[in-house]
């Protein structure tokens, strides 16, 4: 059985590492397509050992003898060349995700996962780049579509205070708060009259700026997919767009992370807006 | 009392009338028909392109091909990666990338689509239509003169499947499904 698990990852590695520089008949331009993760669903259905995708199409058209087995197959959706490899990692999820007792598989209604979307945006002729990050919400009738639910910028970050003498006096009451007037207009020391433990509400910033047509998206660069809904793990893809057999949308980063480790990736790293209370209502659900 | 009954008799043959009328649409059926405008698609921006196609006929092709679409003001975004440069995302208008397709400057232009394949299933949007994504891989090659440009592309189009109303042969409205190609996005592989 090991020997047979053996000869399949070869085989799947082999194919993964050839290199093609040039493609020169259009039969080995149909090789790469079929071996290329190019959607996000195929790497859905290809961690799910679908047998409708595209490669395992091609493989049994043209390689009807070789079996495949689902492990042998997950090790094709790793980024083979700039992935930090950790191979005892890489197996031991592997080996989770294909526990005969309990196999894991992903769902695109699952909850628990972002798309992130890198970009260049413009705010009051500042150009900068940010993160979009959006999720995929879903009705009972199984309709869905895709909304935003986090924001980072720098450009979303309250300027520092230009002069820290400029303060609501602790005898403005008196005078009935007169002071607000220059307060509004002093927007350059605007984190002077702040409460020290207010952290802005970048979502509801940004969505502001959009309602008054202040932002603009200059251009989307990169997109990236964070899953955090296979229990004890988490791992991103991202598109690798190269010649290489091994190429499309692999997995990039792999972590083990427990369900605290997950709420606080949520907030801190995806500024997912609410991500606690997102965290509970989906525990309610399930 | 009778009055009641007799207004929730008319309600429920509206609405009963009405989800007759929304019935959910055979998925694998419009997969089927959206793969096969995509070849279309294909067949007409390779006849637009060609040297060999006529100023009138070029125009013809560009008009088949828009109908083709949900809109011709759909975005066709292209991807260019320069050697030893940064990835550069151009976006155009459909009808703008069609009629730039039609003047590009060779003496010979061939577009092939090697290989077109759904990759994802219809999924229904909160919207009532239902959306998928076709992916080709496209082979183009131009010469001029001595020089031959070739590249090799994925396209990723996403497909609409959407309602409309048609009048049935008793003159009344009937809802009807249809399969329309939207938005294009291009990716040349950067090596």
Known sequence: MLIRSFIIFIFILFFNQVSKSQFTNNEQIREKFNYEIIQLDEFIDRFNFDNDTKLLKYLAINYPDISIERKGFLITLFDNFDIDYHESLIKAFIDFVCDSANPQYLNFYDFNWYAEVNCIIEFNQQIDTGKIILKNQFNNDSSSKWVICGINSEILELPESKDSLKIITPVSHGTGFIALYDVFKDGANIQNYITADYSIDKLTYFLTLMYYHKIKLKQVNKVKYHFLQIPGWAFTIDYYNRKELNSGWLISELKRMSNGDKDKYEKEILNIHNANQIRKSKQTDK | ?191
């Open chain 2, 1 to 191: 009392m009778k009055k009641y009954v007799i207004i929730f008799g008319i309600l429920m043959w509206f609405v009963s009338g009405y989800s007759q009328s929304l019935n959910e649409p055979n998925l694998e059926n419009f997969k089927i028909l959206a793969e096969k405008k995509a070849k279309s698609f294909s067949v007409y921006i390779s006849k637009v392109a060609s040297k060999s196609t006529s100023l009138d006929d070029k125009e013809i092709a560009i008009n088949q091909a828009c109908r083709l679409f949900i809109y011709d003001t759909v975005t066709i975004q292209v991807s260019y990666c320069p050697s030893g440069g940064n990835p550069t995302v151009y976006s155009r208008t459909l009808i703008k990338y069609l009629r730039r397709l039609s003047m590009l400057n060779y003496d010979q232009i061939t577009i092939e689509w090697v290989d077109v394949v759904m990759v994802s299933d219809l999924k229904k949007g909160t919207d009532g239509n239902f959306y998928g994504i076709i992916s080709t891989v496209q082979r183009f090659t131009a010469v001029k003169g001595e020089y031959t440009y070739s590249d090799v592309t994925v396209k990723h189009i996403e497909v609409v499947l959407k309602p409309y109303l048609k009048p049935n042969d008793q003159g009344d409205d009937e809802w009807r499904w249809d399969v329309y190609l939207s938005n294009v996005n291009i990716v040349e592989p950067c090596s």
